[in-house]
């Protein structure tokens, strides 16, 4: 059974950076298009970066330039690298990886 799980999360300052980790366990050699979403209060959740099997990657508008994601496939790890964080980005981060869902990781930003 696939396992997802975030870590990373924090508080941190603005223009501040932040490393998440996305573990994925249970999935054997398989690897999969992977996601981040971002869910902040009070609104919907949304697509922040993906990484597919091929290693093509995208960003949201909102990220692209202070994000980056990367896989360890040795490790089956998706990190999401965030530089230069504002307020905005503060929400919980989900990772999505084989269909399955992690529990997400708190990011807030804010001095």
């Known amino acids: 059974q696939v396992q997802v799980v975030e870590s990373g999360g924090g508080l941190v300052q603005p223009g501040g950076s932040l490393r998440l980790s996305c573990t994925i366990s249970?999935?054997?050699?398989?690897?999969?298009?992977t996601t981040w979403h971002r869910q902040a209060p009070g609104k919907e959740r949304e697509l922040v970066a993906g990484i597919s099997t091929v290693g093509r990657v995208r960003y949201s508008d909102s990220v692209e330039g202070r994000f980056t994601i990367s896989r360890d496939p040795l490790k089956n790890i998706v990190v999401l690298q965030m530089n230069d964080l504002k307020p905005e980005d503060t929400a919980v981060y989900y990772c999505s990886s084989h269909g399955v869902w992690g529990q997400g990781t708190q990011v807030t930003v804010s001095t």
């Open positions: 249970g999935s054997g050699f398989s690897i999969w298009d």
